[in-house]
């Protein structure tokens, strides 16, 4: 059982920056692949960055590379998406997933309640 909480979401104008927090429950939060992920009305969900833990890898979608960060603070269980040079296009609830990391590739297990992000024109 993993509980997380997604927050740092907000109105920001376009070229700006929003850094979003997600704070996981739990002791293990080191073996847990976290991942984020943005749904925008009217359309699907879509991957937006990752930590992968056994491989040491970090993953971005092409929409938000150079642009977005992800890291993680182990000792504060927290992983965030530092986010730069904000658009439009990346108006959109975003939210926090988590999995084992024995499970990497296959869909993620765990998800937050979601944050809302706007970008102005």
């Known amino acids: 059982q993993v509980q997380l909480v997604e927050s740092g979401g907000g109105l920001v104008q376009a070229g700006g920056s929003l850094r979003l927090s997600c704070a996981a429950s739990?002791?293990?939060?080191?073996?847990?692949?976290m991942g984020w992920f943005r749904q925008a009305p009217g359309k699907e969900r879509e991957f937006v960055a990752a930590?992968?833990?056994?491989?040491?890898?970090?993953k971005f979608a092409d929409s938000v590379k150079g642009r977005f960060t992800i890291s993680s603070d182990n000792a504060k269980n927290t992983v965030y998406l530092q986010m730069h040079s904000l658009k439009p296009d990346d108006t959109a609830t975003y939210y926090c997933a988590a999995r084992p990391f024995w499970k990497s590739g296959e869909p993620y297990d765990y998800w937050g309640q979601g944050t809302q992000v706007t970008v102005d024109s």
């Open positions: 739990g002791r293990t939060f080191r073996i847990y692949d």
């Open positions: 930590i992968r833990r056994s491989a040491g890898t970090t």
